[in-house]
């Protein structure tokens, strides 16, 4: 495991994700992804608690974060216009329970679309100007009405 953390370094503020902290409330910090991104407007929901994975997570934890999930998701639809999406929890690389949501746009190249936008290049990496954009108007779209 890496030493610290970084979900617990973003979640405590001490590590910043291209495009920032779209919102944080209930025990969950929704943030940009926080590494070159072939997809603007990639979230990852990170629960402050630190555990392994998200079946360590308490019932109502577990329940906030896929609330999350599922209002990410439309935000996506709605205010980026994704044709789609993904709802993703692999856990093998950061050993922090995390969830990963990744919209899906008309014009994704296929070899981009479902698990395959993981094993995205560095070519494939977005502009940041463009993945704070999505940034901005994810964070706008979650704000409290």
Wanted: glycine content about 6%; proline content about 9%; hydrophobic content about 50%.
């Amino acid at each position: 495991m890496t030493t610290p953390c970084p979900a617990c370094e973003l979640v405590a503020g001490r590590r910043a994700p291209p495009g920032g902290v779209l919102a944080r409330a209930d025990g969950i910090v929704v943030h940009a992804v926080d590494a070159p991104t072939p997809v603007a407007g990639w979230v990852v929901l990170t629960p402050e608690v630190h555990v392994r994975a998200v079946h360590d997570l308490d019932a109502a934890t577990h329940a906030r974060l896929f609330a999350w999930a599922h209002r990410v998701a439309r935000a996506q639809r709605d205010a980026l216009g994704a044709a789609h999406g993904y709802v993703v929890v692999f856990g093998e690389v950061l050993l922090h329970a995390h969830v990963h949501v990744i919209p899906r746009y008309a014009d994704t190249p296929d070899r981009l679309r479902g698990p395959r936008v993981f094993q995205a290049g560095p070519d494939d990496a977005r502009p940041l100007a463009e993945v704070e954009a999505a940034a901005r108007t994810l964070r706008a779209a979650l704000a409290p009405a």
